[in-house]
């Protein structure tokens, strides 16, 4: 990609940028195992080389295979059950379902218009404090503690909101944790009061904005049918630029009407939002929101531009963030992170207005995931098992992916709702994912590469 041999070694983690002849040899090296055999070979199909440089190059791809940086085994499947059992019990995050209820009515909206499918509610105080002493009950020796006020609409209970807030506050210091809080709101409620609230106490604000006004406009509607871009982006843009330097993004969705999204993150861009997001659609394959087969090399399409547009930012001094583009190649996630992914229903739960727990907000309001609730803990334990033992390794498709180490087996919800299995494996968000990666990795090896020659 972009003029550069990228070669990732899946289990070691290890990157390598090399030139053509190493970028060939190290193809063929399990295949063509004997040294004068694939000598032979790369000097047939590189004759400009001279035999000493095919062999300094095989030596030198030889000696990272010895240290372990090429080719490495799979040293992470006898710790899969080890870790899990060691974190066993402990839950580090919430999201707070504050309202079953939205003054908009999007018409991709996962959570059939926030409702969840059932009736529209909203958190009490008592529910969300029972919440938070939950969390805090169950959270063993962890000291971060991270809470999404989530919806629905959250704004709609914003008085809760902050009432839960100073509660959690309180009890930081007797208790020994730190609460790290996110509000994802439509932008519609957004006033002064929300904004200094916000930046005072949030950690991240996840605003929802689809991108150019004809794209939002065309679901992301109020009751009456009426778009929200003109009313929600003057909000967006003075809450981002009261924020100062905490975090926030902007948060859209493509669908099949707009697979050519990078048109929606340059329209996010002009209007002076850097910190990005934009995420495939999750819907019922037969809705007019879905991705098709068709829009898929569009998106591919897209991803590769939109690396090509954040390194041309960059080299200009303008970069901007686009989150599934976020990898650290030096240290990155920990070895129980690459093997569990998110941890939903064991590590993080969603709770709603009523205070019934579930694995994550993606499984709300269907009756057979509800895990127990807050008054009483985990009651239904075999609904979480198959959570427990969700790992990548659950997924046989999985054993042969070089970007198993980093999606750690794809998203539950997605993968129940297109296979009807939390350990099936949903084909088309692989694809989309894989892409990101090459993307990403791909980005991190220009900017690094440009800034030894700077």
Not at 62 to 77: H, K, M, R, Y
Not at 157 to 174: F, I, P, Q, T
Not at 422 to 433: K, N, R, S
């Amino acid at each position: 990609m972009g003029g550069y041999n990228i070669v990732l070694d899946t289990f070691s983690g290890s990157i390598h940028v090399v030139d053509d002849v190493a970028y060939r040899m190290i193809a063929l090296w399990q295949s063509v195992p004997a040294a004068a055999q694939l000598k032979a070979q790369i000097q047939a199909e590189f004759p400009a080389q001279t035999a000493a440089d095919i062999d300094e190059c095989y030596a030198q791809i030889a000696s990272l295979v010895e240290a372990g940086s090429l080719f490495a085994p799979d040293t992470f499947a006898p710790l899969t059950g080890v870790l899990k059992e060691r974190n066993k019990g402990v839950v580090k995050a919430l999201c707070l379902h504050i309202a079953h209820s939205c003054n908009l009515s999007c018409a991709y909206c996962f959570a059939g218009q926030g409702k969840y499918h059932g009736d529209s509610a909203l958190m009490s105080y008592e529910v969300g404090k029972q919440a938070l002493d939950f969390l805090i009950a169950n959270s063993g020796t962890r000291t971060n503690l991270e809470v999404d006020f989530f919806g629905g609409e959250p704004t709609l209970g914003m008085d809760v909101v902050r009432r839960l807030v100073a509660y959690a506050r309180s009890r930081e210091a007797e208790s020994g944790k730190r609460f790290r809080f996110t509000l994802t709101t439509n932008g519609l409620l957004i006033d002064d009061d929300l904004i200094d609230f916000a930046n005072r106490e949030m950690s991240n604000v996840v605003l929802s904005l689809d991108g150019r006004k004809e794209i939002h406009d065309r679901y992301r509607v109020d009751y009456a049918g009426h778009g929200s871009w003109d009313r929600v982006v003057p909000k967006f843009q003075k809450l981002v630029a009261a924020r100062g330097n905490k975090g926030y993004y902007m948060r859209g969705t493509f669908t099949h009407a707009n697979p050519d999204f990078l048109k929606d993150i340059q329209c996010m861009l002009d209007l002076g939002f850097t910190e990005l997001s934009m995420e495939p659609v999750v819907c019922a394959p037969d809705s007019p929101s879905a991705l098709t087969q068709e829009d898929l090399p569009i998106v591919l399409e897209q991803y590769e531009r939109l690396a090509a547009l954040m390194l041309e930012r960059y080299r200009e001094g303008r970069p901007f963030t686009f989150y599934h583009y976020m990898i650290d190649l030096t240290d990155g996630p920990c070895v129980y992170k690459r093997i569990s992914g998110c941890g939903s229903g064991t590590e993080y739960m969603a709770v709603t207005p009523t205070g019934d727990l579930y694995p994550c907000h993606q499984f709300v309001g269907e009756p057979k995931f509800c895990l127990g609730n807050v008054y009483e803990g985990v009651t239904r334990p075999e609904a979480q098992q198959p959570f427990a033992d969700c790992n990548v390794y659950a997924h046989p498709e999985c054993r042969h992916c070089w970007a198993q180490l980093y999606c750690s087996g794809g998203c539950a919800a997605n993968a129940y709702h297109a296979t009807g299995s939390v350990t099936g494996v949903y084909e088309y968000g692989c694809t989309l994912f894989r892409k990101r990666m090459e993307c990403a990795i791909y980005l991190q090896i220009a900017q690094s590469v440009e800034g030894q020659h700077d």
